[in-house]
């Protein structure tokens, strides 16, 4: 069984930054599709990265620009660099799989940016 664990998220400032990680149990990046997902307060899911087995890269326009999805095989890891962070960046973000897999989502990591 996959499990996800999602870390780096945390308190920042307007314009600040930020590093997730999604760490996997299992090597699955060179098999399936991966993205990052964030959920803010009242609002649904939404997937914002997105990175596929052979390497294409998509983000949604909410952070394209400001984001930067990446993966490193030989830790399992997945990231995302958020940069000029903004008050609508708040959520929980998680990673899963593309599309998403119900038994894989992990406990998430929240991201609050506020002043």
């Known amino acids: 069984q996959v499990q996800l664990v999602e870390s780096g998220g945390g308190l920042v400032q307007p314009g600040g930054s930020l590093r997730l990680s999604c760490a996997a149990s299992?090597?699955?990046?060179?098999?399936?599709?991966m993205g990052w997902y964030r959920q803010a307060p009242g609002k649904q899911r939404e997937l914002v990265a997105s990175?596929?087995?052979?390497?294409?890269?998509a983000y949604a326009d909410t952070v394209k620009g400001r984001s930067t999805i990446s993966r490193d095989e030989a830790k399992n890891t997945v990231y995302l660099q958020l940069n000029s962070l903004e008050s609508d960046d708040t959520a929980v973000y998680y990673c899963n799989t593309v599309p998403m897999t119900d038994s894989y989502w992990g406990q998430g990591t929240q991201v609050t940016v506020s002043s």
């Open positions: 990175i596929s087995d052979d390497g294409v890269i």
């Open positions: 299992l090597r699955i990046f060179n098999l399936m599709s």
